[in-house]
């Protein structure tokens, strides 16, 4: 096996056109779960990205958002103190905790945090640092696999098509942005092959920084969404549309903003639209859109971040704000409900500066990461 892509291995203790029909719901703190912070370092971790096998939540731990709020929007701020890099479980069945993964202990030169992870088929869960490794945990046993020779800044992960790891690349030299000459998407085997990445070299008016990844699991083509910083100063949102060869299908920055998509295991596509401050979810068949729902004018500052569709195709959309919108068929038509996550008083804005992250639809209940700490917040879904 090439040095490039050898593993390094360590145990640990361990729909029809139509538009929205919704109903906004408040709902008491009561469904609010939280655990105490696990870092051994100085920084205060919370819960943000997350993916599910069904059973349990795995999450993200970063203390991320406090520092770039506290340091007025320094990225780099997670590197300055040693931190553990922990995945975070929550049990969907009992409602509890478990304890959190330890895929890395917190060292000198430990000291990014994990960002996103991946509930992967073959039972593995792997994780992103964005400014350090890639690599993976088995929660059964506790192996550890650190996936190395492909550089840094990795951030968002996906499952395709033979359970091939889709990646963004947001940078690779997130910790120097000064020196940073692409942005892509890399794709690898399970076992951390490389197969293809697809750059997209800084030119001498725009850098493009790929953020989240969907992959139509019958086609293989590839949809990213991307933040354009603009040399003259100022940011543009792109959408870039790849066939599964990593070929540049389409890409569009016309104004319209694509904050979040994935498909259904049949194919759908699910992409969350922000048109002129108007949200609109988009379902796509191939190359046609087959329904359009009218989701709401959007609430400044606000972020669909994340889509999640589970095994029965229920569709769960959490906004930053702490709303979920989530699907239900009733006599055949496509319905979608707004629902109003709690949180602790102490997690309100302005002085908490909460941001609701993934959320995911179990027995008629949605559950969500919730960045104040290591939090779980969770409602029933209206008959």
């Known amino acids: 096996m090439p040095k ?7 145990w640990i203790c361990v729909a029809l056109v139509g538009c929205v029909h919704g109903r906004f719901l408040d709902t008491d703190p009561d469904g609010v779960f939280q655990a105490e912070d696990a870092n051994r370092g100085s ?5 943000w990205f997350g993916d599910s096998d069904g059973r349990v939540i795995y999450f993200g731990l970063s203390p991320f958002w406090e520092l770039w709020w506290a340091e007025q929007g320094d990225s780099s ?6 931190g553990d890099h922990l995945i975070g479980r929550f049990d969907l069945e009992n409602r509890v905790f478990l304890s959190p993964l330890l895929v890395r202990a917190g060292a000198e030169d430990v000291r990014s945090s994990v960002w996103d992870v991946l509930a992967h088929s073959n039972g593995r869960v792997y994780y992103s640092t964005y400014f350090e490794e890639l690599g993976w945990v088995d929660p059964e046993t506790g192996e550890v696999g650190f996936i190395e020779g492909h550089g840094v800044g990795f951030n968002e992960i996906v499952e395709g098509p033979g359970g091939n790891l889709y990646i963004t690349r947001y940078s690779n030299s997130p910790s120097n942005p000064a020196g940073q000459s692409f942005g892509g998407l890399v794709v690898l085997t399970p076992d951390g092959e490389m197969l293809r990445e697809v750059r997209f070299g800084r030119t001498d008016r725009q850098f493009t920084a790929p953020k989240s990844v969907a992959v139509d699991p019958k086609t293989g083509e590839v949809w990213l969404n991307a933040d354009v910083f603009l040399e003259k100063g100022g940011i543009e949102f792109a959408m870039i549309h790849l066939d599964a060869e990593g070929k540049i299908l389409e890409r569009a920055s016309d104004g319209s903003e694509l904050m979040f998509m994935d498909f259904d295991a049949s194919g759908n596509g699910y992409f969350v639209v922000d048109d002129a401050g108007t949200i609109e979810l988009l379902v796509r068949r191939a190359e046609e859109v087959v329904s359009r729902f009218d989701l709401g004018p959007r609430i400044p500052g606000d972020f669909a971040q994340d889509l999640q569709i589970n095994s029965d195709g229920e569709v769960a959309i959490s906004f930053w704000s702490g709303s979920v919108v989530v699907s239900s068929e009733r006599a055949g038509q496509q319905r979608w409900t707004r629902i109003t996550l709690p949180k602790p008083r102490r997690c309100n804005p302005p002085r908490g500066r909460s941001v609701t992250y993934s959320a995911f639809i179990h027995e008629q209940r949605v559950y969500a990461t919730l960045y104040c700490g290591a939090s779980i917040t969770s409602a029933p879904i209206p008959e």
């Open 4 to 10: 490039s892509s050898r593993l390094r291995f360590a």
């Open 43 to 47: 920084e205060n971790y919370s819960a």
């Open 77 to 82: 701020a997670d590197l300055r103190e040693p």
